[in-house]
């Protein structure tokens, strides 16, 4: 891991990582606010997340497989 490629899927990760923190320390408090329509809306919300934090990993390295 030198040169200029070495850091870059690191800072990559990282920036995915905060983005994911900040939603997930939100969660709470947006599930509650769409509980308050629906059980079921709030459930979906929180399964959305999960799974997309999931998603944008298999996907960048995908990504990542297809360049080399």
């Not at 709470?28 to 990993?57: D, E, N, T």
């Amino acid at each position: 891991m030198s040169g200029p490629s070495g850091r870059s899927p690191a800072i990559a990760a990282a920036i995915i990582m905060i983005g994911f923190m900040l939603l997930f320390l939100a969660m709470p408090q947006i599930m509650i606010w769409l509980g308050g329509f629906s059980p079921w809306l709030a459930a979906a919300f929180g399964l959305l997340a999960v799974l997309s934090f999931f998603l944008v990993f298999w996907l960048r390295a995908r990504h990542q497989r297809g360049r080399r």
